[in-house]
């Protein structure tokens, strides 16, 4: 069964950075897009950022366009998200998941997405 584990979470002040990581335990972990969410507490699960099978295609949230960077090591099975200036808006329990199908396009909706890992606390304090 395909796990995934989250990484990198914790208390930055405003303007800092973070880096998460995902480990997948599945096999075939790059012929799957990836994903990030993030849920604050009283709000619904967002998207934040996608990544293609080969790393080629990502997409972004508005929010965190020009601030956060997705991207892939598929020898290694990893998915990052290299979040820059962070935000106190920003703090919230951040999910990698991976796309429900193979070789999908990059999708938005967390119903097209089918394993999730634990999630990981981001905190930015202002």
């Known amino acids: 069964q395909v796990q995934l584990v989250e990484s990198g979470g914790g208390l930055v002040q405003a303007g800092g950075s973070l880096r998460l990581s995902c480990a997948s335990s599945?096999?075939?972990?790059?012929?799957?897009?990836m994903g990030w969410f993030r849920q604050a507490p009283g709000k619904e699960r967002e998207f934040v950022a996608g990544?293609?099978?080969?790393?080629?295609?990502?997409d972004y949230a508005e929010s965190v366009k020009g601030r956060f960077t997705i991207s892939r090591d598929n020898a290694k099975k990893v998915v990052y998200l290299q979040m820059n200036s962070l935000k106190p808006e920003d703090t919230a329990v951040y999910y990698c998941a991976r796309a429900r199908r193979p070789y999908s396009a990059l999708v938005r909706r967390a119903s097209e997405f089918d394993i999730w890992g634990q999630g990981t606390q981001v905190t930015v304090s202002s």
């Open positions: 599945g096999r075939m972990f790059s012929s799957y897009a």
């Open positions: 990544i293609s099978t080969g790393g080629g295609s990502t």
